[in-house]
């Protein structure tokens, strides 16, 4: 399928999503959020891809944003119906495989939100990490308000969502906003080395993996360890583990098949 404003590269396992709108330092327009969501779900149901890549077009951006020109004419009804189903964040959030956030530059507003909604975040040291929209009268929509504090300590994510400032990633990796930085030339391939880590395990046991530690955000403890009980007791359902545990008594590697 041809994408307008973004790109799909399909590496092996590993696919690449670029956001493109690189003289709009990749602001999300409404056209841009709903070509995301359709790769993400042709993305789901390709078996070939293991792991996804959310990354930005050009040298600057990974997202500045959403599209603030779309804000202007929109009501707040017309907001309202925008969260009806499907939702770009939600989307993200809910993705089966796992999902790297790669930035490589500007990560603001809803960039910042997106990657929020990622399983990890790996950044140039480039990248400039935020959430402005307290400067222009409004507040984060697209989870900012829930998912950062998750992530960082509460004081900073209501310094970051009340100030609007802009933090540095090497900030952002000391507040644990994000999980790595690396030379801005050394980003891609060692977001690749990791996405191709992933790849190699069993997808069904990275499924199910997932979705465990993703329960950890939602739960408490107690319903937490009996969800990863319940979820550990099917994974002994699978080849993947009859072949994993076998290989591993015959000193050989595994052939996974994902069932
Ligand atoms: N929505 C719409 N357009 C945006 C945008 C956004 N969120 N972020 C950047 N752009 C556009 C600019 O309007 C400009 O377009 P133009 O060339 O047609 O004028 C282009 O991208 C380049 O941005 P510019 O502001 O000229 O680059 P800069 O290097 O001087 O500044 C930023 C970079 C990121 C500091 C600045 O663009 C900015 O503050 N963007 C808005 C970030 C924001 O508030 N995001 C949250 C939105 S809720």
């Known amino acids: 399928m041809a994408y307008e404003t973004i790109l799909l590269e399909r590496r092996g396992p590993v696919a690449i999503l670029r956001f ?8 999300m327009n409404s056209k841009m959020k709903d070509e995301i969501i359709s790769a993400l779900d042709d993305l789901e149901a390709d078996d070939a891809i293991r792991v996804a890549v959310l ?17 202007k004419d929109r009501s707040s009804i017309e907001q309202w119906d925008l969260y009806q189903e499907p939702f770009l964040y939600g989307a993200v959030d809910r993705f089966k495989k796992p999902v790297i956030a790669m930035i490589n530059g500007y990560c603001l507003g809803g960039g ?6 990622c399983d990890m975040r790996i950044a140039s040291e480039r990248a400039q990490i935020g959430q402005p929209e307290i400067n222009i009268g409004i507040i984060p929509g697209g ?15 209501m310094e970051l969502i009340l100030t609007g400032d802009r933090i540095s990633a ?16 050394q980003l891609e391939a060692r977001t690749m080395e990791i996405a191709n880590r992933i790849a190699d395990k069993s ?10 530690v993703k329960a950890s955000t ?23 583990k009859e072949e994993g545990v076998r290989a591993f008594l015959e000193k050989r590697p595994p052939r996974w098949t994902g069932t």
């Open 112 to 117: 910042c939100e997106l990657a929020l909604a």
């Open 170 to 185: 090497a900030e952002a990796h000391r507040i644990g906003l994000l999980d790595e930085v690396t030379a801005h030339d």
């Open 203 to 212: 997808p069904v046991a990275v499924r199910l993996a997932k979705q465990a």
């Open 55 to 71: 990354t930005g077009a050009g040298d600057k951006a990974f997202v500045a944003g959403a599209d603030i020109n779309e804000f």
């Open 20 to 27: 493109n709108r690189p003289d709009k330092l990749n602001a």
């Open 143 to 157: 989870g900012g308000t829930q998912r950062l504090p998750r992530v960082v300590p509460l004081g900073k994510a």
């Open 218 to 240: 939602r739960m408490g403890l107690d319903a937490g360890l009996r969800y990863e009980q319940s979820l550990f007791a099917l994974v002994f359902a699978t080849h993947d």
